[in-house]
């Protein structure tokens, strides 16, 4: 089980944000035959994730880039 989002400090949030944007990335520049590092798009997890993260930044009034899914 994940803890709470909202238990998390503004800078962890932005940090996770970061995290998981980068990963995408990473993901996206191999070929499309490749086999992901890290599975982004292939996990619903991630998107769950990233989308609570995204909503409680917007709660706490921080901008950060939307997350291009």
């Given at each position: ?50 989308d609570?993260i995204e ?15």
């Open positions: 089980m994940h803890e709470p989002i909202q238990g998390h400090s503004t800078n962890s949030l932005v940090m996770m944000h970061d995290g998981v944007l980068k990963s995408l990335s990473i993901d996206d520049q191999l070929p499309s035959s490749a086999s992901k590092i890290y599975g982004v798009r292939e996990s619903s997890e991630w998107r769950r994730l990233a609570a909503q409680e930044l917007q709660r706490r009034e921080v901008a950060v880039a939307k997350i291009p899914w």
